[in-house]
Structure formats: structure tokens, C-alpha cells
């Protein structure tokens, strides 16, 4: 019975956990916007990051808007840190990864 506790409490926080979002935007990052490339054609390219996550937790995986959010959360923040104020994604998540261009448009 003890066992069966114990699993039904684990498997419970691996379902809670597979549909949370870890990562925030900094103050700085929320001023950065994710737009389709065909809007940055009068920016400046400043560069590129390739952000990563956490795509499964104990082998279940996490739900795609999740792991989609957290990668652009990160790419903003780096874009921030970068001086840009604009993303565009290079092409879709793969495996918990995806990269993004980094522009100054303003």
C-alpha cells in the first residue's frame, strides 16, 4: 500500500510538472518582441541564440505551448542582454531547441 502511495504521489508531480512553465522574462526581456521575419527587413541584425529546454520530465513529455513559451522567454532575455528589441524564430522547436535571430528595430 505504501508503494502505491508513493507512485500515485510521483506520478502526480510529474503531471503537475510536465504542464508548468520554469522560465520567466526578465523586466528587460518583456520589452522584446517575437515577430514573423518579414517584419525586420529595415532592423539591424545584432545575431543569433539558440535557446534550450527541458522537453520531458521523467520521461513524459512536457506539453509544446510550455516548452514553446520558455524558449522564447529565453531568447528574449538574451535579446535584452544583446541590446535587441525584436526576435524572429529561425524554425520550429525540435526536441526542447530552437533558435532565434536577434534584431534592433527601434
Known sequence: MKNLISCSVISGLVFV????????????????ALVKPM????CKKLGSSTSQVKD??????RRDKDVTLELVNLA??????????TITAKGEAVEGRQTFDIYKCN
Do not use: L
Request: charged share 25%; aromatic share 6%; proline share 0%.
Open 76 to 85: 528574449k532575455n538574451e535579446a535584452a542582454k544583446m541590446g535587441g528589441d
Open 39 to 42: 517584419h525586420v527587413q529595415k
Open 17 to 32: 510538472m510536465s504542464g508548468c512553465t520554469f522560465v520567466k522574462t526578465t523586466d528587460e526581456g518583456e520589452n522584446v
Open 56 to 61: 520531458s520530465v521523467a520521461f513524459i513529455a
